[in-house]
């Protein structure tokens, strides 16, 4: 059973950066798509940047419209590990983050980030606060 355990979350002021970290125990290259969720309190959790693995080992991404240009999602299998790259934070970027996996073929990028439903495992989630 691949486990999955967020790090990184902390507490930044509004432009700055943050890395977050997925170490991933077990074997990655089984994983059609990874990406990550988030949740604010009050709304449902949302996903924000999922990376399918095409049959060529290109990564096609795909990023919520309020993270585009700030946030970059990338795996590293031979370190087992996931990451999200998190630029010119906001306030709004507030919440709890979740590293996502999916084992299942996976041909559409979107209908994983899309729909957390096609997500075959889940982190605990890592806090990120922004506020000055």
């Known amino acids: 059973q691949l486990q999955l355990v967020e790090s990184g979350g902390d507490s930044v002021q509004p432009g700055g950066s943050l890395r977050l970290s997925c170490t991933v125990s077990?074997?990655?290259?089984?994983?059609?798509?990874i990406g990550w969720f988030r949740q604010v309190p009050g709304r449902k959790r949302e996903g924000i940047a999922c990376?399918?693995?095409?049959?060529?080992?290109?990564?096609?991404?795909v990023y919520a419209d309020f993270v585009k240009g700030r946030f970059t999602v990338s795996r590293d299998d031979a370190n087992e590990m996931i990451y999200l790259q998190m630029n010119r934070l906001e306030p709004e970027d507030t919440g709890l983050y979740f590293c996502?996996?999916?084992?299942?073929?996976?041909?559409?990028?979107?209908?994983?980030?899309?729909?957390?439903?096609?997500?075959?495992?889940w982190g605990q989630g890592t806090q990120v606060t922004v506020s000055s």
């Open positions: 990376a399918r693995r095409g049959r060529d080992n290109r990564d096609y991404e």
């Open positions: 077990g074997y990655m290259g089984g994983l059609s798509g």
């Open positions: 996502a996996a999916r084992s299942r073929s996976l041909f559409v990028v979107q209908t994983m980030c899309w729909n957390e439903d096609e997500v075959d495992y």
